[in-house]
């Protein structure tokens, strides 16, 4: 089942979802509003989708505290919520082929990759939180001989989840996998554009087991739904990843709200520094390409920004030039594709405006810099990009990598650190001391050596700066943004010696 005929059979077959999903349940917005999502990469329309707004919010609210806090999840024996989550991970792993088809035609993203990566990514997260649920303990503190102190995590409660359109299906794990084990109950509003996968996941967790109002999924646009899910007075908490822009809001909409706790992961505008005594070039450009391409860019850990050394940049260049014809765009249906479209129409008109920037700004151009047919744009390479320029500043999430010279390592900590964002960095050295000195030296959540990539679920990501606020996806810190710490004291003294 490899071949692009194979892929293209099961998307004529494939019956997408159209309604939203709360309790358990297919559910039509109050409204009878619908809107469209179409395959960015041919427009052709998939699915008339349900578009919710602020009552149909209401009510995914009413029906996620009633399961909240009739403890149907989070009473549960640790073990058979442990059970439940991973029949829905081995769930997903059946349909592995379909969601990937669906993944890739709702985003535009390469079927391959959906193969390689985000599926199985997800599946390995949904297993990796599943299983800390009986193996994370509570702690005592020292409070000494006249009494114990128990220090208990307890699930926060509601909890909204607001998603992006770059990697659906993975940062919908990146927030359930976490929240789900924590015992809460969760009402998801995946991005507009790529709302398919999240309700075939809630679909197969009902089916998994996962009981009616633990997990909602709320379709419609920001304003209609997100707004709602952040302002909501009976939502303990949203855990975002978006843009920067948006992240901010939420911050607003606790403040004028409940005080909810808020976890933002945001936008990156991430640097790659290639040090004097990096060794092999020819595999440091295989890094640098996949850092800056990977995902046609759309990827808020991309790291978009080479700085290069002078006295190595021509040779990396040069690296760099011989490997790029590799990045092979095309059909995301194609196996053979590892750049498919960019997610729509608005989006390419962004990363358009940065290529017209540079032409602008009289930018060298070594590769690419044209847009294909459809929303596709060539793997583009911008050199002698300065500090100021806002190619170098801002995000443009799109196949764009800009290179900036520098002559010492304290300016290279500089330039690396020199943008509002600080969420992921990449360090190439022979010379681990100098990696690790940078490594430390610059202002982000993830940083690699010798190396493009962000661990896997045992790890930490987030963001320093205003890449990030709050807390931290993936890993048992992850944890953290889904409880409440307890404290409970309890009297050990001996009755003649009066209470605490
Ligand atoms: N740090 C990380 O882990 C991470 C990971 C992936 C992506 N990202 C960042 O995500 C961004 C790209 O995603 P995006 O373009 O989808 O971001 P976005 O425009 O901020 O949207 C993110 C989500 O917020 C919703 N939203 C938009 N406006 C809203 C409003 N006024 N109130 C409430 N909700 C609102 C969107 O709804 P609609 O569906 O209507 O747009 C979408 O579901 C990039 O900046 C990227 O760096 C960060």
Redesign the pocket.
């Known amino acids: 089942m490899n071949s692009i005929s194979d892929h293209a059979a099961l998307a004529r077959s494939m019956i997408f979802p159209h309604h939203s999903w709360i309790d358990g349940e297919d559910y039509s917005a109050l409204s009878g509003a619908t809107f469209d999502t179409t395959n960015p990469a041919t427009g052709e329309l998939l699915s008339r989708i349900t578009a919710c707004d602020n009552r149909d919010v209401d009510y995914a609210v009413s029906k996620a505290r009633a399961a909240f806090d009739d403890g149907r999840w989070r009473l549960l024996a640790p073990a058979e919520r442990k059970t439940i989550l991973l029949r829905l991970a081995s769930l997903l792993e059946d349909n592995s082929h379909p969601l990937a088809v669906m993944e890739s035609l709702d985003s535009g993203k390469p079927v391959g990759e959906c193969l390689a990566v985000d599926i199985p990514e997800t599946i390995h997260i949904l297993r990796w939180h599943a299983e800390t649920i009986d193996k994370l303990y509570d702690q005592t503190a020292p409070a000494g001989n006249q009494a114990m102190a128990m220090i208990i995590r307890e699930p926060v409660g509601v909890v909204g989840c607001?998603?992006?359109?770059?990697?659906p299906l993975l940062?919908l794990a990146w927030k359930i996998g976490p929240a789900l084990a924590a015992g809460c109950s969760v009402i998801v509003?995946?991005?507009?554009?790529t709302s398919l996968t999240a309700l075939r996941v809630a679909q197969l967790a009902t089916e998994a087991g996962v009981p009616a109002g633990i997990l909602n999924i709320v379709t419609g646009?920001?304003?209609e739904v997100?707004?709602p899910i952040?302002l909501h007075p009976d939502i303990d908490m949203v855990s975002?990843?978006?843009?920067?822009?948006?992240g901010r809001?939420f911050l607003r909409y606790a403040a004028d709200s409940n005080l909810k706790r808020v976890v933002l992961?945001?936008?990156?505008k991430n640097p790659a520094v290639v040090l004097e005594d990096a060794e092999d070039l020819d595999k440091v450009a295989g890094h640098i390409l996949n850092g800056a391409l990977w995902n046609m860019g759309e990827n808020?850990s991309a790291t978009s920004r080479l700085l290069v050394h002078s006295g190595v940049k021509d040779k990396l260049l040069a690296a760099i030039a011989a490997q790029i014809g590799e990045w092979k765009m095309g059909d995301p249906l194609d196996p053979a594709s590892r750049l498919g479209a960019l997610i729509g129409k608005a989006h390419f008109d962004k990363v358009n405006s940065y290529l017209a920037l540079a032409r602008a700004e009289n930018l060298t151009i070594l590769h690419g810099g044209d847009s294909e047919q459809g929303v596709c744009i060539q793997p583009t390479i911008i050199d002698g990009v300065s500090r100021d320029s806002a190619i170098f500043q801002e995000?443009i999430?799109g196949p764009v990598l800009t290179v900036t010279p520098f002559e010492s390592i304290a300016e290279a900590i500089t330039l690396a650190n020199d943008t509002p964002y600080g969420?992921a960095a990449a360090v190439y050295s022979g010379n681990l001391r100098n990696a690790l000195n940078v490594a430390k030296a610059i202002r982000a959540g993830t940083v690699t050596v010798n190396c493009f990539g962000e661990g896997d679920a045992s790890t930490p990501?987030g963001?320093y700066k205003q890449?990030?606020f709050g807390g931290r996806?993936k890993s048992v810190f992850a944890h953290d943004q889904y409880t409440e710490l307890k404290t409970i004291w309890i009297d050990l003294s001996a009755p003649d010696e009066g209470a605490l």
């Open positions: 607001v998603l992006p359109w770059n990697f940062m509003k995946p991005a507009e554009q646009t920001g304003r997100g707004e952040g975002f990843t978006g843009s920067t822009a948006t809001r992961e945001c936008g990156g808020c995000e999430f969420l990501f963001g890449s990030g996806d």
